[in-house]
């Protein structure tokens, strides 16, 4: 007999190959769940740190696995709804069901407003707006066929609820998140499938440690290293911590997806150490 906080149940999760998807693969394994991960496994002409790897993938099943979980990985891309088809229809066939929604692939690019590109701002919205309403559109027949409600859990970011200089694309899409996330809590409350929206603020993962993010956040250094970012990530919460770790924001995935949070849905989160009061 499985134990956990969402024991029994499978979880379809994007952009599982590393960061805060994998670890909510493992959070939520920890917790007696089965998984579906998907991961673009690929580059994006626009950002310019290296995405997630097949590699890397393997390594999340590999750690799913170690915790005696089944997992189905398959290589999709948010950006093509069919992929995603594919692997949601390959999981569920393989592991009887769907109940949790993480949809949680993104990418980040920054640049002034007119300095953006047409390809970064199409990129942007195409990834971490469209490709959250793909994810949705392809996991809701399940949901609803299952006929057990169930939990869509959207990461947004801080930067879905306030504004930040020098990337309006990705402020759009995260703020667009969240628009979604409450519309769909509207439409799907019937079939008592809860819908709500994570906003962490700097999370420590190679989205943001990377020399791009570092310039970005110290325009005011030549070369910014690690520590240099630290100092200016810290600033922008109110407790005392440079970022947040991808646990954390687990936790609060492994919350809104168990039954503790049954009555919980239209709720926007913030995991940032402060940061949307400062
Ligand atoms: N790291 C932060 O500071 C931070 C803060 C707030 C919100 N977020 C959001 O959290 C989510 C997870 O980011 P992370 O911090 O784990 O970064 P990450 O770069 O480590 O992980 C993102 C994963 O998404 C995958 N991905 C990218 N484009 C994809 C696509 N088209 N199809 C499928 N998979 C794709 C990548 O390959 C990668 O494995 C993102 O939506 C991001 O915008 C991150």
Not at 203 to 227: E, G, H, K, S, W
Request: charged content about 20%; proline content about 3%; glycine content about 8%.
């Amino acid at each position: 007999m499985r134990t956990g906080r969402v024991a029994g149940r499978v979880a379809f999760i994007t952009g599982a190959a590393r960061g805060q998807g994998r670890s909510h693969a493992i959070r939520l394994a920890e917790e007696g769940a089965d998984i579906i991960a998907v991961d673009l496994c690929g580059e994006i002409t626009s950002v310019e740190y290296p995405l997630g790897t097949a590699d890397d993938l393997a390594e999340t099943v590999r750690l799913v696995e170690s915790l005696d979980r089944r997992i189905v990985a398959r290589q999709a891309d948010v950006r093509d709804a069919a992929s995603l088809e594919t692997a949601l229809r390959q999981g569920v066939a393989e592991l009887g069901r769907l109940d949790i929604v993480s949809a949680n692939a993104g990418i980040l690019s920054s640049g002034s407003l007119t300095d953006l590109s047409e390809l970064a701002w199409r990129e942007m919205i195409d990834v971490n707006l469209s490709g959250v309403w793909r994810t949705c559109k392809a996991a809701i027949p399940h949901l609803i066929a299952g006929g057990r409600g169930g939990s869509i859990i959207l990461t947004s970011s801080v930067a879905g609820l306030k504004a930040y200089a020098n990337m309006a694309h990705y402020v759009s899409a995260k703020h667009g998140v969240t628009g979604l996330m409450r519309t769909l809590a509207t439409e799907l409350a019937p079939h008592r499938i809860r819908v709500n929206s994570l906003h962490p603020t700097q999370v420590d993962t190679d989205m943001i440690q990377n020399d791009v993010m570092y310039r970005l956040f110290r325009p005011d250094l030549a070369n910014p290293t690690r520590a240099d970012f630290a100092e200016a990530s810290r600033a922008t919460g109110l407790l005392p911590v440079d970022w947040v770790e991808t646990r954390d924001v687990s936790a609060a995935l492994l919350f809104l997806a168990s039954d503790e949070a049954r009555y919980i849905t239209g709720t926007a989160l913030p995991i940032d150490a402060g940061a949307l009061i400062t």
